[in-house]
C-alpha cells in the first residue's frame, strides 16, 4: 500500500455545484484494495478498488465523505467524473469513504482523492499490516517474509514502526508543549497561592482591632463571618472574571500548538475558579478565626 499525502493534484469538476470548471488543488494517495480495510475506514457508497479496476481499464478514484458534500452536495457521488489535470485523464468516482487525518492530527477536515495502486505505479510504497493482538511481535516476522519475497532487496527498507509509534511522532512537539505548559501552570498556581495567602492573611490580621471592637459592642461571630467572607469575595470574584478573561484569550494563543483543545476549555476555566475561590476562603477563614473566637480586650491590646 502507497499513501503519498504530500501531493496535490490538479482537478477539474465538470458537473460540481461549488465549482465553475476550474481545476482545485486536491490532496491525494495511491493506495490498494485493503488499504481502508486495513486501517478501519468505513466505505459509506460504492466500493473499494478491485481486481476489475486494471492498468488499461478507465481510471478509477474513491473521495472521502467531505469531498463529496463539497462538490456534489445532495447528489449520488458515485459515477460522477473529475478532470485530473496531469495527463488530462478522466476518473469517475466508485467509492466514498469516511473523513481521516492526511497530513496534521488537528488539521481541519479536507478533500481528499484515493486512486488505485494498480493503475499507478509507484516507486516506493509502505506496506501496513493489520495484526491480531500486540504487533510488536509481529515486526521480526514481517521483516523475514519481506526478505523472502526479494531477496536481493533492492530499495527494500524495512522499518520497524507502529501505528502507536507514528502518533507519538505526530504528538511528539504537542506533547513536549503540554508538559511545558503544565510546569509553568503549576508554578502559576504556586506561586498564586502563596500570594494569595499572604495578602488576604495579612489583609485580615491588619483588622483584629476592629473584630475586637464589633465583637465587644455585640456582633455575633456569625455577622463578622459573613461580613468577612463578603469583602473577601467580592475582591476574589474580580480576580477570578479577570483571570477568566486572560485564560480564554491565552487558550486561543496557544490553542494551535495542542492537539484537541477547544476554543474556550470551560471545564478547566471552572475547576481553576472554583479552585482559587475555595482557597481564598479558606485562607480567610484561618486567618480570622483566631481574632473572631479571641477575648475582644486581647484583640485590641495586641492591635
Request: with cysteine; aromatic share 10%; net charge negative.
Amino acid at each position: 500500500m502507497s499513501q503519498n499525502e504530500g501531493n496535490v493534484e490538479q482537478v477539474h469538476f465538470a458537473d460540481s455545484v461549488s465549482t465553475s470548471g476550474s481545476g482545485e488543488g486536491i490532496a491525494f494517495g495511491v493506495v490498494d484494495n485493503n488499504y481502508f480495510a486495513t486501517l478501519g475506514i468505513p466505505v459509506l457508497a460504492g466500493r473499494v478498488f478491485t481486481a476489475v479496476d486494471a492498468p488499461k481499464s478507465p481510471e478509477v478514484i474513491i473521495v472521502n465523505h467531505f469531498m463529496a458534500e463539497k462538490y456534489w452536495p445532495g447528489q449520488n457521488p458515485i459515477g460522477k467524473t473529475v478532470r485530473i489535470e496531469n495527463g488530462n485523464r478522466v476518473a469517475t468516482v466508485v467509492g466514498v469513504v469516511g473523513d481521516g487525518k492526511y497530513v496534521d492530527i488537528d488539521e481541519p477536515l479536507r478533500p481528499f482523492i484515493y486512486f488505485d495502486l494498480n493503475q499507478h505505479y509507484q516507486s516506493a510504497v509502505y506496506l501496513l499490516a493489520r495484526t491480531q493482538g500486540p504487533p510488536r511481535p509481529w515486526l521480526s516476522p514481517l521483516s523475514e517474509a519481506l526478505q523472502k519475497v526479494d531477496p536481493a532487496g533492492p530499495g527494500l527498507f524495512f522499518m520497524n514502526l507502529t501505528i502507536d509509534d507514528w502518533l507519538d511522532f505526530a504528538l511528539f512537539v504537542p506533547r513536549i508543549t503540554l508538559i511545558c505548559i503544565s510546569g509553568f501552570g503549576g508554578l502559576a498556581l504556586v506561586l498564586a497561592a502563596v500570594g494569595l495567602y499572604g495578602a488576604v492573611f495579612y489583609s485580615v490580621s491588619e483588622r483584629k482591632k476592629e473584630l475586637g471592637i464589633r465583637v465587644a459592642l455585640g456582633a455575633s461571630p456569625v455577622d463578622l463571618w459573613s461580613m468577612i467572607l463578603r469583602q473577601t469575595g467580592v475582591v476574589t470574584a474580580a480576580g477570578v472574571c479577570l483571570g477568566l478573561v486572560g485564560g480564554v484569550v491565552a487558550s486561543m494563543l496557544v490553542r494551535s500548538l495542542l492537539y484537541g483543545i477547544g476554543p474556550v476549555e470551560w471545564t478547566v476555566f471552572a475547576a481553576v475558579a472554583l479552585t482559587m475561590a475555595g482557597m481564598t476562603l479558606l485562607t480567610a477563614y484561618s486567618a480570622a478565626r483566631p481574632w473572631i473566637s479571641a477575648d475582644p480586650m486581647e484583640s485590641v491590646r495586641h492591635a
